[in-house]
């Protein structure tokens, strides 16, 4: 019934519906972070519970991909971190079946913690959208044949970043969104995927932001939420055209909006819940300073909201109140968002040390999993399996098949 | 045979003959039309879905076609060359999947025939290095000097990594650094080999081996309040005369003084020179001799908004604040003239007060195409009036 929720609920945001057990974007199916799969062991290491580790070419903080029998992963390597990869691994065996490397074609600086493949790829039945941080834009079917490429760098040659672009493409239906905001040209593109042309586009605030937009459905039609620091905005994600949009309150530009009910939850300063009014705008409709979030982006399921603060606590709220109900204290840094598999937490620090945590009225982490490669990307759930990446390893954790 | 079975062995039949036709190279493809459908894409994705039916075509070649495939890569632009990589990477691909060996005679003959662009030849390394993994260590040694940006610094990594291993009073290992700090052309790799050997005692000229500019005349502060100096256009952009005066920044005089720097790394940093403004453009110029007429790149680093004009004539402009101050992240193409050369560089400061936020500062360069510096005299300036 869940699966069927799920499903439901996908079809109905206008998110390119993704079969239960993929893990098809940015934070899974419908792009919330929770998976309906069961069965995820609580404990792995060396020796337990990885069924299968595969060598990376290079650095990553995109996150893995699984649609159908298929993992994606992207990377990027070589002189200046020119080297673009796309990556295709079967999900039983960790084969690599395929892969295609690009050469970068915009800038590639950027702070050292990140790299060029810091979006995390888009994937919707046969095909694969793959965005970097260099602006070169590919899509390609599950097979590793080439659909359609864009420079971006070459298209808008005004756009400029030296700090590292992080914000992923989501799917709504057949556009691809890529966002691109920057201290140089920004806008956010609604791309026909099937063709790699502009379906529109859109302007955006000329500010570094590393938001990934999130979509969901409001009087019966698909809105598509793009934070920036200045402004959150509500588009048509078919047109392009602006729905409604909030500028009151200073936002944070890494961590992606989140939807609770008819609820916008923002981080901020602390954290903020709007919900549209008439005339274009927003209202606040609760603000607290206690749901504060650093990198992580917040994770809402079951009326509560989940965010991991700065210093590295994990904090509930009651997501129609802002009210905190219990906080935890986790070892971090995090930069992976956290994503929640059958009634648990799972929360990759920067260390590589996954923090297991069974959810309830009395919260508890159930285990401590060390892989000790850093980690930065947040891991995919699909298949009964949890796919974390490392700048050199793809790892799939997950029961042995009995 | 149940009629179920046939049913499956016919279905693999067909998958068979599907594969087959898939793989066989596509007879009397005319590579050269094929690759010209790829260069036609243009702005916006125009032109991708006649790109991807080429693709697919240029996929399907046998290996036979991977020089002239290479080959391509020489006239191709940014993009074409995307769809070109990735096209060989899926005959490359097929090939070793099927356990059929690569033409690696005539890749190493393309790899060596440095006519070709260092992207094409980078690949058929990369080809030769899956065919034959002893390939780096036969092919890289002579590979030092190559005209390759990436060849040369996978060549040059190499050897780094060899001559770390000596031990610390080796004096072979100290000229075998001397001579890789000669050949590296990437900053970063440059730095790592300059401080191995301050490391094994032997003091390194970073300024001169990045050949930096360090002596210009300065002209500041000028306004910039609400970004607007970006679009003015103060008297030093429109004529550069070293001994004339002009209105700055509140109301005050502002002269052209001379300006030097002993920074290892080339930097006049404005916060000490002009002072800790906000809001303030400065202007600096150099006159350089060139030995010839040649292309060059303006290569400069300057975390705050940065223009560049050579011989009077823009070349570079970037608004952007605060995100970095790396090496070459401003690389400005450019054509010198035999002798006499004017660099006009413009750096604005915007109003940020956070503490990450007040550098002000830039450095510059002038490189081939590969990043060696090119062998420039700095001039005296003298004080009659010249273009910009």
């Given at each position: 019934m869940k699966r069927l929720l799920a499903f439901g609920l996908a079809v109905s945001a206008g998110v390119a519906p993704a079969r239960a057990t993929d893990w098809p974007q940015f934070r899974g199916p419908n792009l919330v972070g929770v998976s309906t799969e069961t069965g995820l062991p609580e404990r792995w290491g060396p020796g337990e519970n990885v069924r299968w580790t595969a060598?990376?070419?290079g650095r990553g903080l995109s996150c893995p991909v699984v649609v159908g029998d298929r993992v994606f992963v992207t990377a990027n390597s070589g002189m200046a971190q020119t080297r673009l990869h796309v990556l295709c691994f079967d999900v039983e065996s960790g084969q690599r079946l395929w892969e295609r490397q690009f050469w970068a074609t915009g800038q590639?600086?950027?702070?050292?913690?990140?790299?060029?493949?810091?979006?995390?790829?888009?994937?919707?039945?046969?095909?694969?959208?793959?965005?970097?941080?260099?602006?070169?834009?590919?899509?390609l079917d599950v097979d590793g044949n080439l659909r359609w490429l864009r420079s971006l760098a070459a298209d808008y040659p005004r756009m400029t970043n030296h700090v590292g672009r992080g914000a992923s493409p989501v799917l709504a239906d057949d556009v691809l969104i890529v966002p691109m905001e920057n201290e140089g040209e920004s806008y956010l593109l609604g791309i026909d995927t099937a063709t790699g042309r502009n379906r529109w586009k859109a302007r955006r605030p000329a500010e570094l932001c590393y938001t990934t937009p999130t979509l969901t459905r409001r009087d019966c039609r698909a809105e598509l939420l793009v934070q920036s620091p200045r402004e959150l905005t509500a588009y048509d994600p078919a047109t392009g055209a602006k729905l409604w949009s909030f500028d009151g309150e200073q936002l944070s530009e890494i961590p992606s909006p989140v939807v609770a009910g008819d609820l916008v939850l923002a981080a901020a300063r602390g954290m903020l819940a709007l919900r549209p009014k008439g005339a274009g705008s927003a209202e606040i409709v609760w603000t607290t300073p206690k749901l504060s979030t650093a990198a992580p982006t917040p994770l809402v399921d079951g009326g509560r909201v989940y965010t991991v603060n700065a210093s590295d606590i994990l904090v509930c709220g009651d997501a129609a109140t802002g009210k905190e109900l219990w906080r935890l204290r986790l070892k971090g840094p995090f930069t992976a968002s956290p994503v929640l598999a059958g009634g648990k937490l799972f929360l990759v620090n920067e260390g590589g040390v996954t923090a297991v945590v069974r959810l309830g009225e009395m919260s508890e982490i159930v285990a401590t999993n060390d892989l000790k490669e850093p980690m930065l990307a947040t891991p995919a759930v699909a298949r009964g399996c949890l796919f974390q990446r490392s700048d050199a390893h793809l790892f799939c954790i997950g029961r042995k098949p009995s | 045979m149940s009629s179920s079975r046939v049913s499956i062995v016919n279905c693999i039949l067909g998958l068979l003959t599907v594969a087959l036709v898939v793989a066989a190279p596509a007879p009397g493809a005319d590579i050269a039309a094929l690759v010209q459908r790829l260069n036609a894409v243009g702005p916006e994705g125009a032109g991708n879905p006649d790109a991807a039916a080429a693709w697919a075509e240029l996929s399907r070649l046998g290996p036979d076609a991977l020089p002239q495939l290479?080959?391509?890569?020489?006239n191709t632009s940014p993009t074409a060359a995307n769809w070109l990589r990735s096209a060989i990477d899926a005959i490359t691909e097929r090939e070793r999947r099927a356990s059929r060996p690569l033409p690696v005679a005539t890749l190493e003959t393309f790899l060596r025939d440095t006519r070709h662009s260092g992207k094409a030849r980078r690949l058929a390394y990369e080809l030769l290095c899956c065919a034959d993994a002893n390939a780096p260590h036969r092919l890289l040694p002579a590979m030092l000097n190559d005209p390759g940006a990436e060849l040369r610094y996978d060549a040059v990594a190499a050897a780094f990594a060899e001559a770390n291993k000596e031990p610390m009073d080796s004096a072979a290992a100290k000229a075998t650094l001397l001579k890789l700090l000669g050949a590296a052309r990437e900053p970063t790799q440059v730095e790592e080999i300059a401080r191995a050997l301050e490391q094994r005692g032997e003091a390194v000229d970073l300024t001169a081996t990045f050949g930096f500019i360090t002596h210009w005349h300065l002209a500041a502060p000028f306004d910039n309040t609400a970004g607007k100096g970006w679009q003015t256009v103060y008297?030093?952009?429109?004529?550069?005369?070293l001994g004339a005066k002009s209105r700055g920044k509140g109301g005050t005089e502002v002269a052209w003084?001379?300006?030097?720097?002993?920074d290892?790394?080339?930097?006049?940093d404005l916060n000490k020179v002009i002072g800790k403004l906000k809001n303030a453009v400065a202007y600096a110029y150099a006159a350089v001799e060139s030995p010839d007429d040649r292309?060059?790149?303006?290569?400069?680093?300057?975390?705050?908004?940065?223009?560049?004009?050579?011989?009077?004539?823009?070349?570079f402009a970037r608004e952007s604040y605060h995100q970095s101050y790396a090496h070459d992240m401003h690389v400005a193409p450019a054509r010198f003239r035999k002798g006499r050369n004017t660099i006009l560089i413009k750096v604005c400061q915007n109003d940020q007060t956070e503490e990450w936020a007040q550098n002000w500062m830039f450095r510059v360069r002038v490189t081939d195409a590969l990043g060696t510096p090119v062998p420039l005299t700095v001039l005296k300036p003298d004080a009659a009036k010249e273009p910009r």
């Open positions: 060598d990376l070419p590639t600086l950027c702070h050292p913690k990140t790299c060029m493949a810091a979006p995390t790829p888009a994937a919707a039945g046969r095909f694969l959208y793959a965005l970097f941080g260099s602006g070169d834009l590919a899509a | 290479l080959a391509a890569l020489d008297p030093p952009e429109q004529q550069v005369d003084t001379p300006c030097s720097t002993a290892k790394n080339g930097s006049i292309p060059v790149e303006v290569r400069a680093s300057s975390s705050a908004a940065l223009k560049i004009y050579v011989n009077g004539t823009e070349v």
